[in-house]
């Protein structure tokens, strides 16, 4: 079965430095993968997602995914306080239909 | 603007009663999904459905039961309420399957 494990389970980082996210998987058939962000008492929201091996930036968030090392990252240059937040990482399972297995999270708090 | 609704936001059940969570969207989408959150635990998928009246099993589906009576709506039934299915209920839905669109979320305890 499909695992996804996601570290470090926290992080603390300055205001305006570069922010690491990663994740794993165990199984390199999932086509899709992505990143969502969830404050405190809201919902998650999707921020980026990728098909294939490579890199992806919009803005301030690179995505990186290699599926021979069934790895995948984020990366969140210049963080902000308002980027603290909990980072779910998903990976797409095809069964009977299609979801999403998401990791355990990444509670990200950034420090002025 | 898209949407996916759900009621009530949160509910307080006792032991062995029966609680039904509602999902309402407005996006059009094919997909729906029930998941649960609990600290240290993620998003974790109870049930999904992408056709009106056909319902899947998710990751962790005993002790719940979903119903999809139209492609706007999806309920999840716990008939039996217990202790360890106090938990957030996030409702979400989809294009394919693509990244979903979660609601507000549904805050459960049961006593």
């Known amino acids: 079965q499909q695992k996804v494990q996601q570290s470090p389970e926290s992080l603390i980082v300055p205001e305006g430095a570069m922010t690491s996210l990663n994740c794993t998987f165990s199984?390199?058939?999932?086509?899709?993968f992505a990143w969502y962000r969830q404050h405190s008492g809201k919902a998650p929201k999707a921020l980026m997602s990728i098909f294939s091996n490579g890199e992806k930036e919009e803005g301030r968030f690179t995505i990186h995914l290699n599926k021979a090392s069934l790895h995948f990252s984020l990366h969140i240059r210049d963080s902000q306080p308002s980027d603290s937040a909990l980072y779910l990482c998903a990976v797409s399972i095809t069964n009977s239909g299609t979801y999403q297995r998401f990791g355990t999270g990444t509670k990200l708090q950034v420090v002025p | 603007e898209a949407a996916v609704t759900q009621s009530p936001r949160s509910k307080v059940a006792v032991t062995g009663g029966k609680v039904t969570l509602s999902c309402h969207q407005t996006n059009n989408h094919d997909y729906m999904y029930w998941y649960r959150q609990d600290t240290g635990h993620g998003l974790r998928l109870i049930h999904y459905s992408y056709v009106a009246d056909s319902t899947e099993k998710g990751d962790i589906p005993d002790g719940y039961k979903a119903s999809r009576p139209s492609q706007e709506n999806f309920s999840l039934i716990l008939e039996l309420a217990s202790l360890s299915q106090t938990a957030v209920y996030f409702c979400?839905?989809?294009?394919?399957?693509?990244?979903?669109?979660f609601g507000e979320g549904t805050r459960l305890s049961v006593l």
């Open positions: 979400a839905s989809s294009e394919g399957g693509q990244a979903p669109l």
């Open positions: 199984d390199s058939a999932s086509q899709y």
